[in-house]
């Protein structure tokens, strides 16, 4: 099983199930998750156990679909028989391949035969580095720092010189597109570690760079005035304006961040960015359409977006706290029964009203994530125009809902 042929392939996080079906269901040609431990996000995401390894690969799989386990923390010598059960574990499980940042992790999966891709902490900025990691990898994620113009000169030196990975294919290159960025140098932060114990480079940070802080002279007691007090705190990357110039960079996989974020956020960003790369190839990618996807993420969690280093900015551009989305949900309610035949939902109202012409949100961890708008509900088995606490609505949907999932009102949100 391979990506798309000749288009970016996406990829997409999946920091739960719920998270994991959106992607999939919205057009994400590859997924990429953590089990427990050794992995960026052991702490800010639900993460996956052992046990769920098959499940994840089956999903993946029949949808056509890559599947791959992020090994990318620090790995101290305590750490190497967790790493190799996991490696044993992706191996028997099928996973397409493991995202590494440590040579002795790099080994074992190699030795395991399983697909190598470098993360970025391992901070390759330059071609004769690349080649040094050939020979365990098929794909590389270049240093976060790095210009398009940069990415584009390894990209042909790489078609020049015929580099090749473990597989006999020419190295890929895969950069990151879009969400959190740190400040830090490829994400190589110590601060959390300094100030609470609590390792980033672990998957534990406390994300001391999101916080104000004011900054006095010690000497003379005197507090300089700082326009932003958020000064470490960057906005999020997007790259959907300027796609094509990533295309033309020779990207070849294009990662989403976002294994700590709501289901609903990798639906959208992942339908947008279908939708956007699928133009690209198709030559519809028009400054309209650009515009329209914009306001799409804009809907989504998100600190504001700016372009990152990708087209040659020196200095970050800094946020301020919380969400900047356009839109937010409120929960109602939980699914109580569906009818396949007929196609209708029900769900039971534990919170706030709903009404006809509401926009609504349902996720659940096989029915990933659904957004609709509401024409027509029962309440309490009789049309209706409302539902309260208490009632049961009947919702046409044409996807079967289960207990477990939830139903939201998703409402605009002034920032």
Same mark, same amino acid.
């Given at each position: 099983?391979? =990506?798309?042929?000749?288009?970016?392939?996406?990829?997409?996080?999946?920091?739960?199930?719920?998270?994991?079906?959106?992607?999939?269901?919205? *057009?994400? $040609?590859?997924?990429?998750?953590?089990?427990?431990?050794?992995?960026?996000?052991?702490?800010?995401?639900?993460?996956?156990?052992?046990?769920?390894?098959?499940?994840?690969?089956?999903?993946?799989?029949?949808?056509?679909?890559?599947?791959?386990?992020?090994?990318?923390?620090?790995?101290?010598?305590?750490?190497?028989?967790?790493?190799? =059960?996991?490696?044993?574990?992706?191996?028997?499980?099928?996973?397409?391949?493991?995202?590494?940042?440590?040579?002795?992790?790099?080994?074992?999966?190699?030795?395991?035969?399983?697909?190598?891709?470098?993360?970025?902490?391992?901070?390759?900025?330059?071609?004769?580095?690349?080649?040094?990691?050939?020979?365990?990898?098929?794909?590389?994620?270049?240093?976060?720092?790095?210009?398009?113009?940069?990415?584009?000169?390894?990209?042909?030196?790489?078609?020049?010189?015929?580099?090749?990975?473990?597989?006999?294919?020419?190295?890929?290159?895969?950069?990151?597109?879009?969400?959190?960025?740190?400040?830090?140098?490829?994400?190589?932060?110590?601060?959390?570690?300094?100030?609470?114990?609590?390792?980033?480079?672990? +998957?534990?940070?406390?994300?001391?760079?999101?916080?104000?802080?004011?900054?006095? #002279? =010690?000497?003379?007691?005197?507090?300089? !005035?700082? $326009?932003?007090?958020?000064?470490?705190?960057?906005?999020?990357?997007?790259?959907?304006?300027?796609?094509?110039?990533?295309?033309?960079?020779?990207?070849?996989?294009?990662?989403?961040?976002?294994?700590?974020?709501?289901?609903?956020?990798?639906?959208?960003?992942?339908?947008?960015?279908?939708?956007?790369?699928?133009?690209?190839?198709?030559?519809?990618?028009?400054? !309209?359409?650009? !515009?329209?996807?914009?306001?799409?993420?804009?809907?989504?969690?998100?600190? +504001?977006?700016?372009? *990152?280093?990708?087209?040659?900015?020196?200095?970050?551009?800094?946020?301020?706290?919380?969400?900047?989305?356009?839109?937010?949900?409120?929960?109602?309610?939980?699914?109580?029964?569906?009818?396949?035949?007929?196609?209708?939902?029900?769900?039971?109202? !534990?919170?706030?009203?709903?009404?006809? *012409?509401?926009?609504?949100?349902?996720?659940?961890?096989?029915?990933?994530?659904?957004?609709?708008?509401?024409?027509?509900?029962?309440?309490? #088995?009789?049309?209706?125009?409302?539902?309260?606490? *208490?009632?049961?609505?009947?919702?046409?949907?044409?996807?079967?809902?289960?207990?477990?999932?939830?139903?939201?009102?998703?409402?605009?949100?002034?920032?």
């Amino acid at each position: 099983m391979r =990506k798309r042929a000749d288009k970016i392939e996406l990829m997409a996080p999946a920091g739960s199930w719920e998270a994991l079906q959106a992607a999939i269901d919205n *057009g994400a $040609d590859s997924i990429y998750f953590g089990v427990e431990q050794l992995n960026m996000r052991a702490v800010s995401s639900i993460n996956f156990t052992l046990e769920d390894l098959p499940e994840i690969v089956k999903r993946c799989e029949n949808n056509g679909v890559r599947s791959y386990l992020t090994l990318n923390t620090i790995v101290y010598d305590h750490d190497l028989m967790v790493a190799k =059960k996991l490696i044993k574990a992706a191996k028997e499980a099928g996973v397409s391949a493991v995202i590494v940042a440590d040579q002795a992790v790099m080994f074992m999966a190699r030795e395991a035969g399983l697909e190598v891709h470098i993360s970025t902490q391992i901070n390759i900025t330059n071609v004769e580095t690349l080649k040094f990691y050939s020979t365990f990898a098929d794909t590389m994620v270049l240093s976060r720092e790095l210009s398009l113009r940069q990415v584009k000169h390894i990209t042909k030196e790489i078609e020049r010189q015929q580099i090749k990975g473990p597989s006999g294919r020419l190295v890929e290159i895969e950069i990151f597109g879009h969400g959190a960025l740190c400040m830090a140098v490829s994400g190589k932060c110590h601060m959390s570690l300094h100030t609470y114990n609590s390792s980033a480079n672990r +998957g534990a940070c406390k994300q001391n760079c999101r916080k104000p802080y004011i900054v006095i #002279d =010690k000497e003379s007691g005197i507090e300089l !005035e700082i $326009d932003n007090e958020y000064i470490m705190s960057p906005k999020d990357l997007m790259v959907l304006d300027f796609l094509d110039q990533v295309k033309d960079a020779g990207v070849r996989v294009l990662k989403l961040e976002g294994r700590g974020r709501a289901p609903e956020y990798v639906a959208t960003t992942v339908r947008t960015y279908r939708e956007a790369i699928d133009a690209l190839y198709e030559g519809t990618f028009t400054p !309209e359409r650009v !515009e329209k996807w914009v306001e799409q993420l804009a809907t989504v969690y998100n600190r +504001g977006f700016w372009s *990152g280093y990708y087209l040659g900015k020196k200095l970050g551009e800094w946020t301020t706290p919380g969400s900047h989305a356009t839109q937010k949900k409120i929960y109602l309610g939980k699914g109580w029964h569906y009818y396949p035949k007929a196609q209708v939902a029900e769900f039971k109202i !534990e919170a706030f009203d709903l009404k006809k *012409g509401d926009k609504i949100l349902i996720t659940g961890p096989t029915t990933g994530v659904i957004e609709t708008n509401i024409n027509e509900m029962y309440v309490n #088995d009789t049309p209706g125009e409302s539902a309260k606490k *208490g009632d049961i609505v009947s919702i046409k949907i044409d996807k079967k809902i289960r207990p477990a999932d939830k139903l939201y009102k998703l409402v605009k949100n002034e920032v």
